[in-house]
């Protein structure tokens, strides 16, 4: 398969003026006209004409009204054209009904939709189908359905036909259609300088009830973005749809946003309150990429993070803002270590500016959003934030209407604040997780804290250098009180000192407040001063993280010598959940252990073989230690923390419940699950059912319950969709590969469906003991699923292999059963490019 680089970037031969588009929709029969100026592009080394498409059946092609005969490849065409500007025409047939990759134009419930970010235009029609070719389109749908949208504002409309004009400038991934019997949730919206605009949110019939709440989380998008970024929306209409079978969370087409109808769909009796807060901030997200991303998208696909990372980046803001920021930071940076650091430490590393592809669709990573968005955060904390607000207000002003590469980015933040920024681009280009170690030292008054980063190699880069990190850092003195208020320093060499003068005792340091670096500190100190830090620290992440530290070693110490459950810290779990004066989401934070597998990661960092029954074990026994422990007042507790009055999705409410299910959880330890079953009884929303659910099938008791689940909501999808991952992330290890592939075989089990089939095989990935099973049966099951859905879906199944990249912390044993599973992947006939480049990468 090709590779494509970075360096090899050259911009097309020709610009496009205008694009109008024809749709005559037919389930089998698609066909697709095009009319497309063209004119020839100064900037452009050469005039060649090559046109992207795939899987198109032409028909016929004109330039300026004439016939004429190009030259079709797998990938697309080439023609003879004018040197002059001129028109192309073209007519070609698509197939949607068969269309099961998801990517073009494809069906789900009899309802066309499309999905053409990265490289799916060329599968609608031939194109230049690269972000930097922007153009102005026209369409015109024909058809029968009830509802036929597409980009920017509407047209004219009338029996089977409607026409839609979006007058902004924008590449092909940004196209989009729909069409089918949909209903809506209407709305308006009435922008700061006072425009009039129409929200709609289109379901199919049957879930109005469920948009409200996305609708006032775009609502609040809309606000947030004119107040902290000055931003207005630009079109007549902004419309949502909701589809079901959907490869990614959703897609920010220009005024016309899919989603996924997991992450738009909402309503108190069908999603948990973790469902709530996430489709508020998947809303947003699509919604900010309006800015960042469409009005200033993307030279090329190496400069994804340029849209992801900064919308990741401010969908995080706005939910900081809507909700906990501490509580945010604390999630973000669990989930970064979860997904990101073994991505940065495995064989799929790469830099967050990515040099060489052979399938983009493979790089929508962890690194590239979730890294992309701490790079920008780091640049802020460095330059503060008013400057970084200048910074955007020159780069919207200066790149409005372009596409636009990293070093753009970078050289507004220069040119606004006169920093040279050539060290921090390190961030972008060199992959891998930074290790940063700290020593401190007390002398008269004076406190120093020295600090070494090195960075491991990773694929392809050796060597690395020195990357800029700023190091939050307040000082406590012995009594709990800060001496030093958080601090940022600015850490730029392999090693560098930092010195605090007329200290009068020696102080108890906080480093990396607020998670601000994505490294890895390493720091030898004592469980006395965690414990302390977990008691006193002013910062809520670092408190947090001395409670996430203390765990990590217990579990370290029970696992590789035997050790009981650490009794401080066990002590200070028990005060912390009393101590009403702590936010319950901040207690509940502090109450979910370590996952297995970052215990697992933890260990091969300091050389030990990770044993994924010996981690399941001692995870086992520290919550029943602790369920022991607190057993006189979990029921006090329990009862204390439950939330009265109706049912409400915000942080408030969500933390208190989030506190009550983690006491529930450890309470269902000892009271022989009675207190799970009596609140699955009564349950009247999905968060606390779903709670007593999992504590149930967890104790394995819960089979009744699973039935009476199961019959009450068979018919809604998103709520059987939890249904089939709670059973495989609750089951025993040994059960785990064995319960979901019974699930495989259930009635309501499709490979085609992403999230169902994500639900299992997720679901399995992410029971950590269950998946690692010795005898290797749940490698054996994804890869059977993987090989049976790589020919209907690649980029769903080579978005899975990611659960085999961690291969080579595990023991010879494991090693070689994994390998033999990826290589019986590789050796499939016909293996997709998606699925190929992934397994490649993780053998490598
Ligand atoms: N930009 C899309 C992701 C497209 C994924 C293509 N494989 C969603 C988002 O990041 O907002
Ligand atoms: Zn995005």
Sequence with gaps: PETFYLKDYAPFGFVVESVELTFRLAPETTRVLSKIRFAPNPDAPDRHFFLHGEKLKLISSRINGEAVTPVLTDTGLTCDVPDQPFTWEAEVEINPQANTALEGLYMSNG???????????????????????????????????????????????????????????KPAYLFALVAGDLVNHPDRFSTGSGKDVELNIWVRPGDEDKCAFGMEALKKSMTWDEEVYGREYDLDVFNIVAVDDFNMGAMENKGLNIFNSSCVLASPETSTD????????????????????????????????????????????????????????????????????PEDNGPLAHPVRPEAFQEINNFYTATVYEKGAEVIGMLKRLVGDE??????????????????????????FEDSTGRDLAQFKNWYS???????????????????????????????????????????????????????????????KAEQSFRFEGLSARPI????????????????????????????????????????????????????????????????????????????AFRALVLSPPSESEIAQALADQGVTPDPDAIHDAAETFA???????????????????????????ARDAGLRALNGRILALLTRIDGAEAAAKQFETA???????????????????????QAFYEQWQDDRLVMDKWFALQVATARPERAPGVAEALTRHPLFTIKNPNRFRAVMGALSMNHAGFHQADGSGYRLLADQLIALDPLNPQTTARMCTALQTWKRYDADRQEKILTELKRIKAVDGLSRDTNEMVSRILD
């Design 684 to 706: 009247d929303n999905m968060t606390v059912q779903n709670t007593a659910l999992a504590c149930l099938l967890k104790a394995e008791k819960g089979e009744a319950q699973s």
């Design 624 to 650: 029943q230690t602790l369920a022991q422990n607190l057993s006189d007042s979990l029921p006090r507790l329990f009862a204390a923390t439950k939330v009265e009055g109706p049912y409400k999705p915000d």
């Design 430 to 492: 060199q992959a891998g997780t930074p290790r940063v170690s700290v020593q401190d030292s007390y002398e008269g008054g004076t406190y120093t804290l020295t600090f070494r980063q090195t960075t491991p190699p990773t694929p392809g880069q050796d060597h690395k250098d020195p990357k800029v990190i700023p190091i939050a850092v307040g000082l406590l003195n012995p009594n709990g009180d800060e001496v030093v208020p958080t601090t940022v320093l600015e850490m730029t």
């Design 387 to 412: 400057a970084y607000y200048t910074a955007l207000d020159l780069y919207f002003e200066r790149h409005d209407g372009q596409a636009c590469t990293i070093e753009d980015w970078i050289k507004v």
């Design 111 to 169: 309802m066309y939709c499309t999905q053409c970010e990265a490289e799916g235009f060329r599968k609608i029609t031939y194109y230049p189908d690269r972000p930097d070719v922007m153009s102005t389109f026209s369409v015109r749908i024909e058809g029968e359905e009830k509802v036929m949208l597409s980009n920017g504002n509407p047209g004219d409309r009338g029996a089977g036909y409607s026409e839609w004009h979006d007058p902004w400038p």
């Design 274 to 341: 973790a469902n709530f807060e996430r489709i508020e901030a998947i809303i947003a997200h699509e919604y900010f990429h309006n800015w960042t991303g469409n009005r200033i998208t993307c030279r090329d696909w190496f400069q994804l993070c340029l849209k992801e990372g900064l919308t990741v980046y401010r969908d995080a803001q706005f939910t900081a803002d809507m909700r906990s920021a501490p509580v945010k930071r604390i999630e973000d940076a669990i989930d970064l270590r979860a997904r990101q650091f």
């Design 509 to 584: 340091p906080s480093i990396l407040r607020d998670f601000s670096a994505p490294v890895i500190l390493t720091r030898e100190t004592s469980a006395e001063e965690r414990a302390f830090l977990l008691a006193h620290d002013t910062d809520p992440f670092n408190r947090w993280e001395a409670g996430r530290e203390l765990a990590k070693a217990s579990r370290i110490a029970m696992v590789t010598e035997g050790a009981s459950p650490d009794a401080q810290y066990l002590d200070a779990l028990q005060s912390l959940v009393r101590d009403d004066a702590l936010d319950p």
